[in-house]
């Protein structure tokens, strides 16, 4: 069964945002030149093995917002999609900005032209749950949030990849009996429309603590009825689920999932996280690719056991993106650096390789990497290292290096930058965006924004 097709004339344009955890190691992410005569990073590597230079354009100088008294760290990840302070974990109560990007323009796109609801996802290697996670009663990693609703509710990502499947296309993977899966959907809907107004009156009734979660289930339960009401369709009915069993497979399910879910129009935005903000988890897969490069070196056989013995044991990722310029580290970071980019260059050939009408869909879409805080060492979030891969149906023109900030960002220095330092707000990508999707900022801005970026 072949997915069907857009009716419009020209493809629609869609948007999967492929956020890595724990910053990098940004000088190994630093492309030198501009324009399309740039010599590409080290760890951008894996980009023009795929054959991809062509269909991506670098952006750097791209600033994410400071942490603030009160925050942490991380707290960055937390800032990425709504443009603001972040104020937690260790202030009780904690309060991100407000409403973030993916969910405001998921809310225009759905008011007005009926577009299906933006889907958060993540390929983590564990669930993190509030309850092992609690400080004075409140989550004190609220940080592994990417998406919010409001400023006091996020978006748990959606891990199960079953559940993924049922809230893009609305019946179970591998359904047989489609008359008995639409009359589970009938009373679904008839369970939430009783249990709206009565959990809508308790919200009234309780204190400020339990009414935040309170407002976090509501608005779980108002995206289930959005998605409820959509008319039913049988594409991606025949799309047989695997069994996944570790973060490599989990994350190449989700992008196989991402391609189907753009071909059949059942989202026109995807939030895909590859593990959550600080995870710690050993990355044993990643290895070391034969004839590796190292400064310009091949490493040796007795240097790649060394280096996947690293990434197998303590200290793991978090402990490896605070390397402290320790060359072990160092290279076992890059490596998981370069696992991510490779990850990312699979997923936008996935979409060059998928027909859109009389192109592909990576021409009418757009695939963003990036990362909440561009160095793990010093947590610094200035100058993230971002790809855009894709056309955004002719909003961009690929095959650059675009440069967005004067002078340098110091990497290792958590501080702010020194004067000769000027980066742009990363919201301004987010309302250039926001244009290509077809759904302009009301106000003209987001967040911190000052302007748009130039894509063309």
């Given at each position: ?17 492929f ?23 080290p760890?951008?590597r ?8 062509e ?28 443009g603001g ?5 260790r ?15 998921s ?46 509710t ?14 893009l296309?609305?019946i179970?993977p ?31 009734r309780?204190?400020?603590?339990d009414?935040?979660?309170?407002d ?7 995206e289930?009825?959005?998605r409820l ?9 025949d799309?047989?689920?695997p ?11 989700l992008?196989?999932l991402?391609v189907?879910?753009f071909?059949?129009?059942?989202t026109?935005l ?7 903000e600080?995870t ?9 690719p034969?004839g ?5 070196v091949a490493?040796s ?13 303590t ?14 580290k ?19 050939n ?14 009418s ?15 610094s ?24 900030a ?7 220095d958590p ?7 000027q ?34």
């Amino acid at each position: 069964m072949l997915p069907r097709k857009a009716e419009a004339a020209e493809p629609p344009p869609r948007l999967l945002i492929f956020n890595t955890p724990n910053g990098c190691y940004r000088p190994a992410m630093s492309s030198s030149g501009t324009g399309a005569s740039y010599t590409l990073a080290p760890s951008l590597r894996p980009l023009a093995y795929a054959d991809l230079l062509e269909d991506v354009t670098l952006l750097s100088g791209l600033d994410n917002v400071p942490s603030v008294p009160g925050g942490d760290v991380h707290s960055p990840h937390v800032q990425l999609l709504t443009g603001g302070p972040f104020t937690g974990p260790r202030v009780v109560p904690f309060a991100s900005a407000g409403q973030s990007w993916d969910q405001a323009i998921s809310a225009r796109l759905s008011a007005s032209a009926g577009i299906p609801p933006a889907i958060v996802v993540s390929a983590k290697q564990k669930e993190v749950s509030d309850s092992d996670l609690t400080v004075r009663g409140q989550p004190s990693l609220v940080q592994h949030y990417l998406s919010w609703t409001s400023a006091t509710t996020y978006v748990r990502a959606l891990r199960d990849p079953s559940r993924i499947y049922e809230v893009l296309f609305g019946i179970s993977p591998g359904s047989e009996d489609e008359v008995t899966a639409r009359a589970t959907l009938a009373r679904k809907r008839t369970l939430i429309d009783a249990a709206l107004p009565q959990i809508d009156a308790l919200r009234h009734r309780v204190g400020a603590r339990d009414r935040a979660t309170l407002d976090a289930y509501l608005s779980s339960l108002r995206e289930v009825e959005r998605r409820l009401a959509r008319p039913a369709s049988s594409c991606g009915n025949d799309f047989i689920l695997p069994e996944v069993s570790n973060l490599p497979e989990r994350l190449q399910l989700l992008a196989d999932l991402a391609v189907l879910a753009f071909q059949c129009d059942a989202t026109r935005l995807i939030v895909l996280t590859t593990d959550y903000e600080t995870t710690s988890a050993p990355y044993p897969w990643v290895g070391v690719p034969e004839g590796w490069i190292e400064d310009d070196v091949a490493v040796s056989p007795r240097r790649a056991s060394t280096l996947r013995k690293l990434l197998d044991s303590t200290p793991y990722h978090l402990g490896l993106s605070h390397h402290g310029n320790d060359p072990d580290k160092v290279a076992a970071i890059r490596l998981i650096d370069e696992w991510h980019v490779a990850k990312f260059a699979a997923l936008a050939n996935q979409l060059k390789a998928a027909a859109d009408g009389s192109s592909s869909l990576l021409d009418s879409s757009l695939l963003l990497f990036t990362p909440s805080i561009a160095d793990g060492a010093s947590h610094s979030p200035y100058d993230l290292p971002c790809v855009l891969a894709g056309r955004g149906g002719g909003a961009v023109t690929p095959g650059q290096h675009r440069r967005l900030a004067t002078g340098t960002a110091p990497f290792f220095d958590p501080g702010a930058p020194d004067q000769s330092y000027q980066g742009t707000p990363f919201s301004n990508l987010l309302v250039t965006l926001s244009d290509v999707l077809g759904s302009p900022e009301p106000s003209g801005t987001f967040g911190n924004s000052t302007g748009r970026v130039q894509l063309r």
